[in-house]
């Protein structure tokens, strides 16, 4: 079975401060692609990255980096300088190669003060 | 470039009865599916479809109905409507090789 844990519930930062967002995944399958997205006040859902199982490099994208380790499954999710923007819910999710059965973690709720 | 519209944004029924979610891409893409998103509990697969005329249960499938005549629809219905029900509904769309596309979601409320 399939399985996306985001242990940190909530988390509250002042602007410009770094974060990280946890993701632990469970699965059998060798080839499976993790992803993030992110749910702002408006509600709607912003696809940020897709990383396949075969690919461990870690990403940066602006202030947005992402730390893909197998060995510990986890793929978590780090905002460098951090801006009342980026308050949002984050959701780290998973589903098998060939398969778009997606699951989702339970979401973190990033609060950045000013 | 309209991606995945679903309708109505905001609905409320009274417990009993039915209703219909509609949602539509305009991609082209193979897959779709429906969550709930519920407080604390992340996105939840409802129903899913891997093209038209082929449906299967996701998660949570108690309660909904699905069908997909077409590759561009796939409507979810609530055959009576129960306020364990009350949530937010999102549509999907995608294909091999790309991320979920979102629809705007619908948040439903039965009382």
């Known amino acids: 079975a399939q399985k996306v844990t985001q242990a940190q519930t909530e988390i509250s930062v002042v602007e410009k401060e770094d974060v990280t967002l946890d993701c632990v995944y469970e699965?059998?399958?060798?080839?499976?692609?993790l992803f993030w997205y992110k749910q702002p006040p408006s509600g709607e859902l912003v696809f940020l990255i897709r990383?396949?199982?075969?690919?461990?490099q870690n990403e940066i994208s602006g202030r947005y980096s992402w730390n893909f380790q197998k060995s510990t499954s986890s793929f978590n999710f780090t905002i460098t300088a951090s801006q009342v923007v980026d308050s949002a819910v984050y959701f780290c999710?998973?589903?098998?190669?060939?398969?778009?059965?997606?699951?989702f973690g339970a979401g973190t709720r990033l609060f950045v003060k000013a | 470039n309209a991606g995945v519209t679903q309708t109505p944004k905001f609905q409320v029924l009274k417990t009993g009865q039915s209703m219909t979610l509609q949602c539509a891409q305009d991609?082209?893409?193979?897959?779709m599916s429906w969550y709930r998103q519920d407080p604390g509990m992340g996105l939840r697969l409802i129903h899913y479809?891997?093209?038209?005329?082929?449906?299967d249960q996701g998660e949570v499938p108690n309660g909904y109905n699905v069908s997909r005549s077409t590759t561009e629809d796939f409507p979810l219905r609530l055959l009576s409507a129960a306020p364990s029900q009350t949530s937010v509904y999102f549509c999907?769309?995608?294909?091999?090789?790309?991320?979920?596309?979102f629809g705007q979601g619908t948040r439903l409320t039965v009382v």
């Open positions: 991609m082209n893409h193979e897959y």
């Open positions: 990383r396949n199982s075969f690919d461990e």
């Open positions: 999907a769309a995608e294909t091999e090789g790309t991320e979920a596309f």
């Open positions: 479809s891997v093209g038209a005329g082929i449906t």
């Open positions: 699965t059998r399958d060798t080839t499976y692609y």
């Open positions: 999710a998973l589903n098998k190669w060939g398969s778009f059965k997606t699951i």
